[in-house]
């Protein structure tokens, strides 16, 4: 069975905190993704990585920075959380290539207080 | 860039009726399409997909029209069951670096099923 795990479900944090969300996926994929899910506004791609050690940004990356060391492990690091950073963040992999669906994890719903 | 969108934030349908989602997207040049399902509390699930060359594919209860010309598409769901409730989304991809393809997502729709 695909899966893709994420290291918590329900993270509160203070503002000025440094917050680090992992995502382990072990279908060997060479894509990762990073989204932000909020009400109304669907699913934002916040950063990508299509190989170890890249990354790409996505549509909002601004306060957010990722890492990929491993093939199968992709971070995304709040360097210094803000409320505004409320959220449920998503992490999906994929294989590269055409026609290929994302698989996405559980969400981590992070509040910063 | 591109942009998805769904018609109907909400929809309520009776149990046992169908229901119809719909999806718009931008880009012309998208060529491969999803539909996710999300519970509550859980990440979005595959339910089905369609390549640009097709025009419908059918699953199970599920069946996924294309429509390129006006660049819209739908999701019908047959006999919707109370487990049917959930928020869908329609995603279309685009291609990025390093040949990973990236997808964009509508705000979803919430389906609501009604005993």
């Known amino acids: 069975d695909v899966k893709v795990t994420q290291s918590s479900r329900y993270l509160v944090k203070r503002t000025g905190e440094k917050v680090f969300l992992e995502c382990v996926q072990d279908m060997d994929h060479e894509n990762m993704f990073w989204y932000r899910q909020d009400p109304g506004l669907g699913l934002r791609l916040i950063y990508f990585?299509?190989?170890?050690?890249?990354?790409e940004k996505g549509d909002i990356p601004e306060g957010y920075s990722v890492s990929r060391e491993k093939k199968e492990r992709f971070s995304l690091i709040l360097e210094s959380a803000s409320t505004n950073q409320t959220s449920m963040y998503l992490c999906a992999s994929s294989f590269t290539g055409n026609y290929n669906e994302q698989f996405f994890g559980p969400g981590t719903r992070l509040t910063v207080l | 860039g591109e942009s998805v969108g769904l018609h109907l934030p909400t929809l309520s349908v009776q149990e046992g009726d169908n229901s119809i989602i719909n999806c718009a997207y931008s880009?012309?040049?998208?060529?491969?399409f999803i539909w996710y399902k999300q519970e509550s509390g859980k990440g979005p699930q595959f339910i089905i997909d369609i390549r640009s060359n097709m025009d419908k594919r059918q699953g199970q209860r599920v069946t996924v029209l294309l429509n390129k010309t006006v660049k819209h598409l739908s999701l019908q769901i047959a006999a919707t069951q109370p487990g049917d409730s959930a928020v869908y989304f329609c995603?279309?991809?685009?291609?990025?670096?390093?040949?990973?393809?990236?997808?964009?997502f509508g705000s979803g729709t919430q389906l609501t099923v009604l005993p």
């Open positions: 880009n012309s040049a998208s060529d491969y």
């Open positions: 990585s299509y190989d170890v050690k890249m990354k």
């Open positions: 995603a279309a991809d685009a291609e990025g670096p390093g040949s990973a393809r990236q997808l964009t």
